[in-house]
């Protein structure tokens, strides 16, 4: 079982192209700012939305190929889906919501099916309850009973966690993981919550601006970010530049490196290797940046301080170090850091 992903489509001021293959049994993780298109790859996956070029196969079975007019209708195509406010009709019992799969694609024991599957969530108390009556948790696990009980070869999932209370989410997440280990179809869900992809997916897969620039796990992904979005995720400072020798030239800012390399690259700084100054400082710090407070981020015990300087700059300092040194919006401060500090790796 599985499926591939070759191609894209324009939609408004999104640009959509991607290869991406998803092996049974495997559960994927799209991470992704907002707008990245992380919604559209789901909907192109389901039938909701059609590719301008490109195909989308399962298990050797074309589902969408513009340039040979192949499309099967989203009946037609064996995915379950659970939206992200879940999409549960308000008419219609638990039993009834969980039964419209099976029912729809004409399964002789949709009604047996359904009950196995709300057993299975947990739901037998809340079986004849409607939609609005249900809690959160409640909503989001008859979602996914829904969405599972036709057996459907993909399963995709969309912010599966959103609409569910921060005080339960753990709770949530460990009972949707639980689930979703049993079934051996493609797994594909959309998240921006890297605790969530982390927790969920076996393999992460980074999509911005409609690209794939990243995928692995998260630890590795985090170690090397390749943009601004997956450093900020990481909370570490990353420029993409043009490396000559141990020098890096960023474009409006050069930065110094310990080793030597040639080409494109990014270069990655802890914020908490960074040191703020009112003036100049002495020393021997071989990278020494003037910039403009642009934000403060006070915690209890850190304190992340945004500089513009030529390229944006994040400090991490203790939020005595701002007090002492009278760090304010708008200001001006001198921030350094040792080259042995900078990691340089191949863009």
């Not at 694609?105 to 599957?117: E, H, I, N, Y």
């Not at 620039?213 to 985090?222: F, K, N, P, R, T």
């Not at 700084?269 to 910039?291: F, M």
């Not at 001006?332 to 500090?341: I, R």
Request: hydrophobic share 45%.
């Amino acid at each position: 079982m599985s499926l591939l992903l070759t191609g894209g489509l324009r939609l408004g001021d999104l640009d959509l192209d991607v290869e991406l293959e998803l092996p049974g049994g495997e559960m994927v993780a799209l991470l992704g700012p907002n707008g990245a298109g992380k919604t559209t790859l789901l909907r192109v996956i389901a039938g909701l939305q059609s590719l301008d070029h490109g195909r989308l196969v399962l298990d050797g079975d074309i589902l969408d190929d513009p340039g040979a007019g192949t499309f099967v209708a989203p009946e037609r195509r064996s995915v379950g889906y659970l939206f992200q406010d879940h999409q549960l009709f308000p008419h219609l019992s638990v039993t009834a919501n969980v039964a419209f799969g099976p029912a729809a694609r004409r399964l002789p024991d949709a009604r047996a099916r359904a009950a196995k599957w709300v057993g299975r969530v947990g739901l037998e108390p809340q079986a004849q309850a409607r939609a609005a009556q249900l809690s959160g948790g409640q909503s989001q696990r008859a979602a996914l009973a829904r969405a599972l009980a036709f057996d459907p070869q993909v399963v995709l999932l969309d912010e599966p966690l959103a609409a569910v209370d921060a005080s339960t989410r753990a709770e949530v997440r460990h009972e949707l993981k639980r689930h979703l280990d049993g079934h051996q179809g493609v797994k594909l869900m959309v998240t921006h919550n890297p605790v969530e992809a982390a927790a969920l997916g076996d393999r992460i897969v980074v999509l911005e601006s409609g690209r794939i620039i990243d995928q692995g796990v998260l630890a590795d992904i985090a170690q090397r970010p390749r943009s601004r979005y997956i450093a900020e995720m990481a909370g570490v400072n990353v420029w993409r530049g043009r490396a000559e020798g141990s020098l890096v030239d960023l474009g409006t800012a050069t930065l110094a490196a310990p080793q030597t390399h040639l080409g494109a690259v990014f270069a990655v700084v802890h914020p908490a290797a960074v040191s703020l100054y009112r003036k100049p400082p002495s020393g021997s710090p071989r990278n020494v940046w003037r910039g403009d407070i642009t934000g403060i981020e006070l915690t209890a015990h850190r304190a992340r301080v945004r500089i513009e300087a030529g390229v944006p700059l994040v400090a991490e300092v203790t939020p005595a170090a701002v007090a002492d040194l009278g760090l304010e919006v708008g200001q001006v401060t001198w921030a350094s850091f040792k080259a042995t500090e900078v990691q340089v790796y191949p863009a």
